[in-house]
Nanobody
């Protein structure tokens, strides 16, 4: 069992930045591929970014490429999402997710076994 706790969300003006954090506990963090998803009310949860468990290779959804950066610190059992140049359309609840021995091809919600509770990001125009 893996427990995930996100933090770092909030209200920011368009063009601003936020850094989300997700702390994992319960199992060996270094064997888990970690991802960020986001979801707006009434919409499907969609993939944002992923970082592979053993290589640190990353992959991003097209609309966030060049603006968001996913990273991990295995010593701190933490995955981050640095979000720059934020836009109003980035407003969502952001969730981190974990999949043991996953790959960067794992971009579907149903592929992930563990989820955090979510953190709200609101970008004002």
């Amino acid at each position: 069992q893996v427990q995930l706790v996100e933090s770092g969300g909030g209200l920011v003006q368009a063009g601003g930045s936020l850094r989300l954090s997700c702390v994992a506990s319960g199992r060996t963090f270094s064997t888990y591929t970690m991802a960020w998803f986001r979801q707006a009310p009434g919409k499907e949860r969609e993939f944002v970014a992923v970082v592979r468990w053993n290589s640190g290779v990353t992959y991003y959804e097209d609309s966030v490429k060049g603006r968001f950066t996913i990273s991990r610190d295995n010593a701190k059992n933490t995955v981050y999402l640095q979000m720059n140049s934020l836009k109003p359309e980035d407003t969502d609840v952001y969730y981190c997710a974990a999949l043991e021995y996953g790959s960067i091809g794992n971009t579907k919600r149903g592929q992930y076994h563990y989820w955090g509770q979510g953190t709200q990001v609101t970008v004002s125009s």
